[in-house]
């Protein structure tokens, strides 16, 4: 008996290693297929340059033109690349609050944050502040960050109001989207001719504006970011099977809540300062990372940050060849691919319950 329990013991074992393998492998997969991704973006264009003069552009730019280096530095690789850490924000931003919230319907929207930065961009975009030592092109992602930032407070207050729940944060968070949404239509009523096409094109998303200067603090912002999330996957990984089985092994659950918020806020804010808002990453990728390896945060968490960036830097390709020419403001593409997927998850979860 004492030989077949050990040797039961070790198949479970061997089992649950192969599984953290495959996991793992699946991680790692998803970065080449993001890395080939980030390619095809950098070789899709209107100027025609193909993929090799690029890479040879990026390791001996000297044997390119003054144009060709313009066209490389200056656009085509910002442009690809705040695709990828965007996409990354969002998506690691929504597998958090998917968690926190027990809601698979849940993204850094849901919490309003987004539209928050919205209005804080319009207003600067509408009203610019005279200050003069406060250049105009920082007035925008600033106001955004603001506005964002304190939508945060306002939830925070409301976690800690005595019997407000997660049904109750999601419900706030849905009032903060429509009246920061209403205010936005306010002010595009309201602004002239040239502020109103400010306002659209910013609120559609767009990665046209990426600089060095943007992926940079952004960058940051991830790489700030990911080890405290890496840190919590263990507990909320808890927090998923139950919120009293979370306690019992220990865990702080409103602690571990509001640390999550304040990281989904801090991505979503900086990434929707910079672009834009830019829906159903946040909500899809974590979804198509969990189809891929599960529940377990460990590898739910860095999986949905590469499933998000590869969806955006999919979509950024796909906005450069809707139209020959043009450049299509990548928050509609992904709008166009999120919306049939949301309504699919909420039919799976009608069904479901």
Known sequence: MTSLAHDGAALAGWRYRRLLWRRAGLVVGLAVLLLLSVLGDLASGAS???????????????????TEQVIIWNVR??????????GAALALAG????AILDNPLASPFTLGVSSSAALGASLAI????????????????????????????????????????VESLVLFGIA??????ALVSLLQLLASEDVLQQLVFWTLGSLARADWHKLGLLGLVLLVVLPFSLRAASAM?????????????????RRLRIASLLRISLLAATAV????????????????????????QRFLLP???????????????????????????????????????????????????
């Open 176 to 181: 903060l989207v429509f009246s920061c949404n």
């Open 237 to 253: 990984t808890l927090l998923r099977m139950g919120e009293d089985r979370a306690r019992s092994f220990g865990v702080d659950t």
């Open 77 to 86: 690789l910002p442009y690809a690349l705040m695709a990828v850490l965007v």
């Open 126 to 165: 509408a009203y610019p502040l005279g200050v003069a030592w406060l250049d105009p092109g920082v007035q925008v992602p600033l106001m955004a960050f603001v506005f964002a930032c304190l939508s945060v407070l306002l939830l925070q207050a409301m976690s800690r109001l005595r019997g407000a729940g």
């Open 273 to 296: 300062a910079f672009v834009g808002t830019i829906g159903f990453i946040g909500l899809v990728g974590p979804h198509i990372a969990r189809l891929l390896v599960g529940e377990d």
């Open 95 to 98: 597998a958090e609050m998917q």
């Open 303 to 353: 999986a949905s940050a590469l499933v998000g960036a590869l969806l955006l830097s999919l979509s950024s390709i796909a906005s450069k060849l809707i139209l020959p020419g043009v450049i299509v403001p990548v928050g509609i593409v992904t709008a166009l691919v999120g919306v049939p997927v949301f309504v699919a998850l909420v039919f799976r979860r009608g069904r479901r319950a």
């Open 48 to 66: 025609g340059m193909g993929l090799g003069r690029l890479l040879q552009g990026v390791f001996d730019p000297q044997t390119l033109s003054a």
